[in-house]
């Protein structure tokens, strides 16, 4: 099963607007992180937020975490035709194995 | 070179085929991770690997089974492939620190 669910499925803006992305998940994390996947392509990781942060930012990226609701957000701003792609939260729940969990992406398109 | 790689990037085969996907990599993590990505979903981990004499069974291991030759190399087996494991297959490599994992291109397998 998926842990993380990410909200919307889908997202269309226009180039310069902010793109908000949300994930939720169901149990305890270690850390979540955010990849992105250009189409049929492989995954490359953004940014990582561990459990005992509330924000972090990279360049145009800033993650937001919120344990107590289980829920994360990616807002990317000033958004490029180029960051067109799908989005994944992935959680770490900790222990040796180092697994992560995806949920099922959202889908963002700027338009020039 | 690229630090992952993934052979081959696409195969096409028939039903009842057995197909070996095979990954290798140059960044000398000890553990590494096979995982399958459908249509408009997440990844999902098949099967991972803490070093050459430890292997783990993933979130959905039935139909498929792994060797880890080396450590820089994880091959995944369909022994007898069947349709709906069509997907897109990413090999994904971490360190024992817990650094984030890193993936490979993916693998696009079509069973007919």
């Known amino acids: 099963s998926q842990q993380g669910e990410e909200d919307p499925q889908a997202l269309s803006i226009q180039e310069g607007e902010n793109a908000t992305m949300n994930c939720s998940y169901k149990?305890?994390?270690?850390?979540l992180q955010w990849y992105r996947q250009n189409s049929g392509r492989g995954l490359v990781h953004l940014i990582l937020?561990?459990?005992?942060?509330r924000e972090k930012h990279s360049g145009r990226l800033r993650v937001t975490l919120d344990t107590s609701k289980k829920s994360s957000s990616l807002l990317i701003t000033a958004s490029r035709a180029a960051d067109t792609a799908s989005y994944f939260c992935?959680?770490?729940?900790?222990?040796?194995?180092?697994?992560?969990?995806f949920g099922s992406g959202t889908q963002l398109t700027v338009l020039p | 070179d690229a630090d992952v790689t993934q052979t081959p990037r696409n195969r096409i085969t028939k039903t009842g085929k057995r197909i070996m996907l095979e990954c290798s990599q140059t960044?000398?993590?000890?553990?590494m991770y096979w995982y399958r990505q459908d249509p408009g979903l997440g990844l999902r981990l098949i099967y991972y690997?803490?070093?050459?004499?430890?292997?783990n069974k993933g979130e959905i291991s039935d139909g498929y089974s792994v060797s880890r030759q080396a450590q820089a190399k994880f091959s995944l087996s369909l022994e007898s492939a069947i349709p709906n494991q069509t997907a897109l297959y990413f090999c994904?490599?971490?360190?024992?620190?817990?650094?984030?994992?890193?993936f490979g291109p993916g693998t696009r397998l079509t069973v007919l």
């Open positions: 994904a490599t971490s360190d024992t620190g817990g650094a984030s994992p890193f």
């Open positions: 690997s803490f070093d050459v004499k430890d292997i």
């Open positions: 937020i561990r459990s005992n942060e």
């Open positions: 960044k000398g993590h000890d553990r």
């Open positions: 992935a959680t770490d729940a900790g222990g040796s194995a180092r697994q992560l969990t």
């Open positions: 149990t305890s994390i270690n850390n």
